[in-house]
């Protein structure tokens, strides 16, 4: 059977474990245990080839200099994550028509368990990751990273921007309260004043020329369907954009023309 | 950038990325460090602030703060800054749109090789207008509220009417302070000067026909009462009423 070799990870050489000597060698159940989990690892990765992928993932070299402000973006992706979670669970109660859908917003926040903690960790993520997603973006442009070869990425970045903009908006009708209905109300009409598309768009968000029940389920499955699947699909773009070319150095490293004469630093 | 520029970049990025430290596990220890922080956040916030909800939905009531979600307060006060009407779809979706587009072509227009923010002035300046100018705009929209009182007198022009004239207008005054209006609007020192005109002086510009006209199908973002005429006709006559009194007074 082909033996899976795992890359050893690059730990500090401290908390590198001794290998142990040939005559204290014995078969613990421990042993036996880690054998058949590689074993296992092996037999999968045999029939999805995926270690290729994940060393490409986990072992390359980020560049010199790469600080905290390099977890901008993944800060951002779990926040998202946080939002797709909770929303799971707040759709289990969640009841997206007009009749409704503020009682069952109101039984998730008075009776069920964990209910309101479960719906302000969604409305203040929202919030969380609006603010994480413009600091992510004021990051890469002050670094100069939208520049070649990172153009696309940038581009896609921007698309995320504006799908998670419209997460917001359409999130903010769904608990059909007084607030939440007129400040939609007000929103749609703007986006009706806009010049060609305008008039269109509202139409479509509406589902005709008024404001009605059938706005909500319009806005519950963009809310919850549309648009999270699209966010989540250029996350994988972006995401595999930035593994392919790396992330960029601070821009204010230079590269030194010989290695050799910086070793001793360190 | 030219072509040796793209190599030169490339190469200088590659002996960074070789003097730098692998992924795992550096770089995840600290993205799984922010993970914590960000979500450790957003469970105190929902535990300390938790989450509101307000009274139910009714198109026919009118008692209702329309606004939105405090990041679109810049959206929002935008329409405040610029008034005149037939410049309000630039502000609202005009001026959007151009930012976004010149958003999306950034990488497309600013082509130089150079990335340090202290040797791209335009660039970086552009950057911290645009941050300084939302933040500002999102501070107006905070500080704006939603006033829903008014603090105003029968004028004595309503009072020669008889004590009749005189009730509805106040009737109207509350009205018209439980409906969000002053959100848009201005009445004497009253409310917030933008988007919509001031309608301290309404009376002498339109007739009452023409304000319930407006009213009821109004030009956006202006949202329509035509709710409130169906259910409750009292009130939006005493609405009216009150609006077609607001004239100057001498
Ligand atoms: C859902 C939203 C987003 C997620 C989850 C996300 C995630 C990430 C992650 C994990 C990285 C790796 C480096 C880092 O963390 O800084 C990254 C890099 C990058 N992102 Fe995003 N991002 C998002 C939105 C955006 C936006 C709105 C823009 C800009 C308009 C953008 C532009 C970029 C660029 C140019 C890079 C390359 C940076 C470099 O190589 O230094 N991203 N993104």
New binding site residues.
Partial sequence: MPKLKLPAPPIPPALKPTPRRPHEHQHTAADHAKEAGIGAIGWVDERLGASGFGRWLLFRKVPKGTNW??????A??FA?LNQAITGVFLAMYYDPNAINAYESVRYISNEAFLGEFVRGMHKWGSSV?VIL?FL??A???F?G??KYP?EL??V???A??IL?MAMSFTGYLLPFDQRSYWATVVGVNINGTGPLVGPYLSDFLRGGPDFEAITLSRFYAIHMMMIPGA?AA??GA??YL?TK????APPWYKAETDPELRTEKE | MNHRQKEQYLRDYSVLKNQGKPFWPYAVAK?GAMAIVVVAAIMLMSLILGAELGPKADGTTTTYVPRPEWYFFFLFELLRVIKPPYLVPLATIGIPTICMIL?FLLPFYDRGPERRPERRPIATTAGVFTIVAMGYLTYLGAAAGSPNEIDMNVPASVKAQGVQAARQFEAGKQVVAQSGCLACHKIGENGNDGPGPHLTEIGDRLPRDAIAQTLVNPTAPMPSYAGLKESDPQRFENLTAFLSELKTQD
């Fill in positions: 402000f390099y977890t901008l973006g993944s951002t992706m998202f990751m997603i992510h973006m990051r890469t442009f670094f990273a939208y990172r990425n940038w896609i970045g921007v995320l921007l998670t966010i250029l996350i972006h995401l930035v070319h790396g992330t960029t | 993205d958003l």
